[in-house]
């Protein structure tokens, strides 16, 4: 079969390594794409938006099956394009409809879904310009930190984390009035939940679902955690503290209840849900769903995969996702992300990547890469994802670490100190 995957970073990569293994796959093609994708498949000149130049690929490359990367095509939806389509709509999308999609694009949508379900999650409140008072009254009866998050999608730079009351309600204004474009009209203000974070990955068709390896990433840029929010500087999987009870807590309190209320919501939803958990001594609660699987989690939980993940997309297209069973590697993976100096704020792209040595135990996911006259250049802040594999965390980190001295750009930074909190 052929394959179209939309995106262009080191989730993409990882998804389209993985797809590369099967043996149901004839042709791969990745819209955009990176220069690392161009190594397993095709890359595709086209924004993973631009819906009716991915139409025109589908025909021209006699596409069977897609598979939606990022959160933007599916919030716009890409799938929904599909399912309206006479000519598309008998091509399956792995990713989830525009309206389920809300559940990304949306805080409080995805909230008011919570509690509806009794699914365990902050104490919330939402605020817009005409409750301003009533979210100040909120945030007194809080303490410290303070949690403010713009309803709506910002690239992953939408949530304040605040120490002091009088900065958390000036930043509230702020946000109203437009500090994040239009995805801070409406404000999401929530309880600061105390624990440590992990993150939980499903692929479900909407009745059965598979539950892939869980991992925790890290998103601040310097180390110990300090330093600006980024995408992501790294991650490790499987996560030590999320033991067999932890794991039967998180599938009977917050996977179940999810997969029943969206059928119970009428609500189709065929791709991945992420869970961004908070881990208070065992007890597990929804920071927030993601429509798609995160990155850089992406790059050290599809190497732990044994299963064909293709043959589960076919499943979860045919709606007998039930019936599979997938088959996990019990060695640790690691990740440690190379990128831009001066990332998350201002960097500079068009940096030659060039390697000191070659080297085969660890694999090296693109995340910010492009082709240019034959040489990679860096064209993104996180650059790329060094993931390796090992008897357990620290033998796997000990490998990424040892290779990723081996890449070099100009102006290079990475953590030194991924994984070592746990």
Same mark, same amino acid.
């Given at each position: 079969?052929?394959?179209?995957?939309?995106?262009?970073?080191?989730?993409?990569?990882?998804?389209?390594?993985?797809?590369?293994?099967?043996?149901?796959?004839?042709?791969?093609?990745?819209?955009?794409?990176?220069?690392?994708?161009?190594?397993?498949?095709?890359?595709?000149?086209?924004?993973?938006?631009?819906?009716?130049?991915?139409?025109?690929?589908?025909?021209?490359?006699?596409?069977?099956?897609?598979?939606?990367?990022? %959160?933007?095509?599916?919030?716009? =939806?890409? *799938?929904?394009?599909?399912?309206?389509?006479?000519?598309?709509?008998?091509?399956?999308?792995?990713?989830?409809?525009?309206?389920?999609?809300?559940?990304?694009?949306?805080?409080?949508?995805?909230?008011?879904?919570?509690?509806?379900?009794?699914?365990?999650?902050?104490? *919330?409140?939402?605020?817009?310009?005409?409750?301003?008072?009533?979210?100040?009254?909120?945030?007194?009866?809080?303490?410290?930190?303070?949690?403010?998050?713009?309803?709506?999608?910002?690239?992953?730079?939408?949530?304040?984390?605040?120490?002091?009351?009088? %900065?958390?309600?000036? #930043?509230?204004?702020?946000?109203?009035?437009?500090?994040?474009?239009?995805?801070?009209?409406?404000?999401?203000?929530?309880?600061?939940?105390?624990?440590?974070?992990?993150?939980?990955?499903?692929?479900?068709?909407? #009745?059965?679902?598979?539950?892939?390896? #869980?991992?925790?990433?890290?998103?601040?840029?310097?180390?110990?955690?300090?330093?600006?929010?980024?995408?992501?500087?790294?991650?490790?999987?499987?996560?030590?503290?999320?033991?067999?009870?932890?794991?039967?807590?998180?599938?009977?309190? /917050? /996977?179940?209840?999810?997969?029943?209320?969206?059928? #119970?919501?009428?609500?189709?939803?065929?791709?991945?849900?992420?869970? =961004?958990?908070?881990?208070?001594?065992?007890?597990?609660?929804?920071?927030?769903?993601?429509? !798609?699987?995160?990155?850089?989690?992406? %790059?050290?939980?599809?190497? !732990?995969?044994?299963?064909?993940?293709?043959?589960?997309?076919?499943?979860?297209?045919?709606?007998?996702?039930?019936?599979?069973?997938?088959?996990?590697?019990?060695?640790?993976?690691?990740?440690?992300?190379?990128?831009?100096?001066?990332?998350?704020?201002?960097?500079?792209?068009?940096?030659? /990547?060039?390697?000191? %040595?070659?080297?085969?135990?660890?694999?090296?996911? *693109?995340?910010?890469?492009?082709?240019?006259?034959?040489?990679?250049?860096?064209?993104? =802040?996180?650059?790329?994802?060094?993931?390796?594999?090992?008897?357990?965390?620290?033998?796997?980190?000990?490998?990424?670490?040892?290779?990723?001295?081996?890449? *070099?750009?100009?102006?290079?930074?990475?953590?030194?100190?991924?994984?070592?909190?746990?």
């Amino acid at each position: 079969m052929n394959v179209l995957l939309l995106g262009s970073g080191g989730r993409e990569h990882a998804l389209a390594w993985k797809i590369a293994q099967s043996p149901l796959l004839d042709k791969l093609y990745i819209a955009p794409g990176n220069a690392g994708t161009a190594q397993v498949g095709t890359n595709l000149p086209i924004s993973a938006t631009a819906f009716d130049e991915i139409k025109k690929a589908v025909k021209e490359y006699a596409i069977n099956l897609v598979v939606v990367g990022p %959160e933007d095509p599916l919030v716009k =939806g890409v *799938h929904d394009f599909f399912l309206n389509d006479a000519e598309l709509k008998s091509i399956p999308v792995i990713g989830p409809q525009k309206y389920a999609a809300t559940l990304e694009g949306s805080k409080e949508f995805a909230k008011a879904f919570m509690n509806r379900h009794n699914i365990p999650t902050a104490k *919330h409140f939402t605020v817009t310009a005409e409750n301003l008072q009533e979210g100040f009254d909120f945030l007194a009866k809080q303490t410290a930190p303070y949690v403010l998050k713009a309803d709506g999608l910002a690239a992953g730079k939408g949530v304040l984390i605040l120490n002091d009351l009088n %900065e958390a309600k000036s #930043e509230l204004e702020n946000m109203l009035n437009g500090k994040f474009g239009a995805a801070s009209k409406t404000v999401v203000l929530e309880e600061c939940l105390k624990g440590i974070e992990m993150s939980v990955f499903v692929l479900t068709d909407g #009745e059965g679902y598979v539950i892939l390896p #869980e991992a925790k990433d890290y998103k601040r840029v310097g180390e110990h955690d300090t330093g600006l929010n980024t995408g992501g500087m790294g991650a490790v999987s499987p996560v030590p503290f999320a033991d067999k009870k932890l794991m039967e807590r998180i599938e009977s309190e /917050i /996977i179940k209840p999810t997969i029943a209320g969206l059928k #119970e919501d009428n609500i189709p939803y065929c791709g991945f849900i992420f869970f =961004g958990l908070m881990n208070d001594n065992g007890t597990p609660k929804v920071i927030e769903y993601n429509v !798609r699987m995160g990155d850089p989690e992406t %790059e050290v939980v599809i190497p !732990r995969i044994k299963s064909d993940l293709l043959q589960l997309f076919v499943a979860a297209a045919n709606k007998k996702l039930s019936q599979e069973k997938i088959e996990i590697n019990p060695f640790s993976a690691t990740t440690v992300m190379a990128v831009s100096g001066g990332y998350p704020e201002a960097y500079e792209k068009g940096k030659t /990547i060039t390697f000191s %040595e070659q080297f085969s135990d660890s694999i090296v996911f *693109h995340a910010g890469t492009k082709l240019e006259n034959g040489e990679v250049k860096t064209s993104g =802040g996180r650059v790329l994802a060094v993931t390796s594999l090992g008897e357990n965390k620290d033998a796997a980190l000990k490998i990424s670490y040892k290779n990723i001295t081996k890449i *070099h750009f100009d102006k290079m930074y990475y953590r030194r100190d991924i994984g070592q909190d746990l």
